[in-house]
């Protein structure tokens, strides 16, 4: 079993930064891929972020690319996303998400999730 929890939401004018965190506990931290997704009320669950257990490879979402970085510290057991220039649309809640496999867009191949974050984004 792996406990995810996140924290960092909050309010935001638009073109600030936010650092949302993802704090794991339970099961061998530094093996699964981490993921991060968002979804907005009335819309589908979106891919953000993920990255391999060792950080060594990321993939972003195209809505997100260029202005959010994810990156890990697997000493601290947490998945950061650090988010700039951030726009109206990018209002949702965010949930980090944990899998043991090959990195993955997909949220149905993910294992576990956290409660999530919300992030308003007012213009």
């Known amino acids: 079993q792996v406990q995810l929890v996140e924290s960092g939401g909050g309010l935001v004018q638009a073109g600030g930064s936010l650092r949302l965190s993802c704090a794991a506990s339970?099961?061998?931290?530094?093996?699964?891929?981490m993921g991060w997704f968002r979804q907005a009320p009335g819309k589908e669950r979106e891919f953000v972020a993920a990255?391999?257990?060792?950080?060594?490879?990321?993939y972003y979402g195209d809505s997100v690319k260029g202005r959010f970085t994810i990156s890990r510290d697997n000493a601290k057991n947490t998945v950061y996303l650090q988010m700039n220039s951030l726009k109206p649309e990018d209002t949702a809640v965010y949930r980090c998400?944990?899998?043991?496999?090959?990195?993955?867009?997909?949220?149905?191949?993910?294992?576990?999730w956290g409660q999530g974050t919300q992030v308003t984004v007012s213009s």
């Open positions: 998400a944990a899998r043991w496999g090959a990195l993955s867009s997909e949220s149905s191949g993910y294992d576990y």
């Open positions: 990255i391999t257990g060792s950080g060594g490879s990321i």
């Open positions: 339970g099961r061998t931290f530094s093996t699964p891929v």
